[in-house]
């Protein structure tokens, strides 16, 4: 039994320094396993430019131009702030790339101290190996590589979980004081780095208020966010919309326009993510199609007039030609017709939201969290997979409250499949960018 634990041990060392030597050697050969690496730098080394070389106020003002040659992006420039503020390494772009692929090896590291304070009976290398599992993102990575803008917002995530449980778990009032403030800090610059991320500190505050702590922490925190909104709702207000305007036109965002069919791909993309992690628990699912429970029926007819919907009144001819998730990409690689392709992407629908109705059920925080990712994205298109990873690998061992099987094989089968989604993702976007002037 001891040489068992042993070679099992190694085994997944073996699987951690495979992920970090991949990590280091994709950042060599400038791999772009998302697509859009290269191009989305382009962007951000323009827009980091700009603010480099005005004052902050002129920089936040140019923010609001039609004019994609002096700023275009879809998120707060919170991240550009911090570049012109903190990072010396912005003159260089073989330096700055690099600073901003260090700096993201900060999301795993500290991924893993959460992992740490969630699950205390967990042995330590298990979970290392599961903040391991970032290294294996083909988005993580090739924003990482590619200085892009993503990683920010996940490490302010993490972080802001960090603190809510450090100060939910002491009764010490100085620490109190001090976690609070850090979690008020940190979950504000998850919307400062991207503005999806503003679930955070509400699920924060919700749980803040919701605990017996006393009430002055809970209006201090009241206070911090309302501080902290001022800035953001300043930009709101230079935008006229959530967004840059640029991106706002761009994404067709209006209060009179909705992409109902996003509701079907974000669960999908959301579905993809959590497979791995729940089928080693496969008795959590054994009344999954069961019509005679009520919830499940109530369900079953809601998700059915979504698939009508999608069936017979959705014209995939409309959707854009990136985007949607990987089961929308498969069923375009195996089916060239649409008709074929709507059935085979609405068996993955159905699928998809009977697998996280009964992951999620009976706790409120699962429901906000992930109805506020599915149906924020009706509102903007296109909906792109990068959104989502490796963000939800993250959210359900932090936020999310649901249960895992932390046996080796079962993270180990984990590992593999995300390992193989990488090797899929680059294999996919080489051939394409052979042929894209977007790569």
């Not at 923010?63 to 550009?80: E, H, K, L, M, W």
């Not at 909705?258 to 791909?265: D, E, L, W």
């Not at 995939?316 to 392709?341: A, D, H, M, P, R």
Request: charged share 15%; hydrophobic share 50%.
């Amino acid at each position: 039994m001891r040489g068992e634990i042993f070679n099992k041990n190694n085994l997944l060392v073996l699987l951690i320094l495979i992920s970090i030597f991949s990590f280091f050697f994709g950042f060599y050969f400038e791999e772009n396993s998302a697509g859009g690496g290269k191009a989305d730098f382009n962007n951000t080394w323009r827009n980091l430019q700009m603010f480099e070389s005005n004052d902050l106020f002129t920089a936040l003002s140019l923010t609001a131009s039609n004019d994609s040659n002096v700023f275009q992006s879809s998120r707060i420039p919170g991240v550009y702030i911090f570049h012109k503020l903190f990072n010396p390494f912005t003159e260089n772009i073989f330096q700055f790339k690099l600073s901003v692929t260090l700096l993201s090896l900060l999301v795993p590291i500290f991924f893993y101290k959460a992992l740490t304070l969630r699950f205390q009976k967990v042995e330590k290398i298990n979970l290392a190996l599961i903040s391991c599992l970032l290294l294996l993102s083909p988005y993580f990575r090739t924003s990482a590589f590619w200085g892009n803008e993503e990683n920010f917002g996940l490490l302010s995530l993490i972080l802001s979980y960090i603190f809510l449980k450090k100060y939910l778990s002491t009764n010490e009032r100085n620490f109190e004081i001090s976690y609070l403030i850090f979690l008020g800090f940190f979950s504000s610059l998850c919307v400062y780095f991207d503005q999806k991320l503003a679930f955070i500190p509400i699920v924060c505050l919700l749980m803040i208020l919701k605990s017996q702590k006393e009430s002055f922490d809970k209006i201090i925190l009241i206070i911090i966010y309302t501080i902290m909104s001022f800035p953001i709702l300043y930009l709101f207000n230079l935008w006229g919309s959530i967004l840059p305007p640029i991106d706002a036109s761009g994404r067709g965002m209006s209060l009179y326009s909705y992409n109902f069919q996003h509701i079907g791909y974000v669960s999908s993309i959301i579905f993809f993510y959590l497979l791995p992690f729940f089928l080693s628990d496969i008795s959590q699912f054994k009344n999954l199609f069961d019509i005679k429970i009520k919830s499940n029926r109530l369900f079953f007819l809601t998700s059915f007039i979504f698939i009508l919907y999608f069936l017979f009144f959705h014209d995939l001819n409309k959707e854009l030609s990136f985007g949607n998730g990987v089961f929308f990409k498969l069923s375009s690689i195996f089916f060239t017709n649409q008709i074929y392709q709507k059935i085979l992407l609405s068996l993955i629908f159905i699928i998809s939201f009977f697998v996280l109705f009964n992951i999620l059920k009976k706790d409120f925080y699962n429901y906000f969290i992930f109805i506020f990712l599915v149906f924020a994205s009706i509102i903007y298109k296109p909906v792109l997979q990068e959104y989502f990873d490796p963000l939800i690998i993250i959210l359900i061992f932090t936020f999310v409250l649901t249960r895992f099987s932390f046996k080796s094989s079962s993270l180990i089968i984990s590992y593999f499949y995300f390992l193989s989604f990488l090797i899929f993702s680059n294999f996919y976007y080489y051939k394409l960018c052979l042929t894209s002037p977007f790569c």
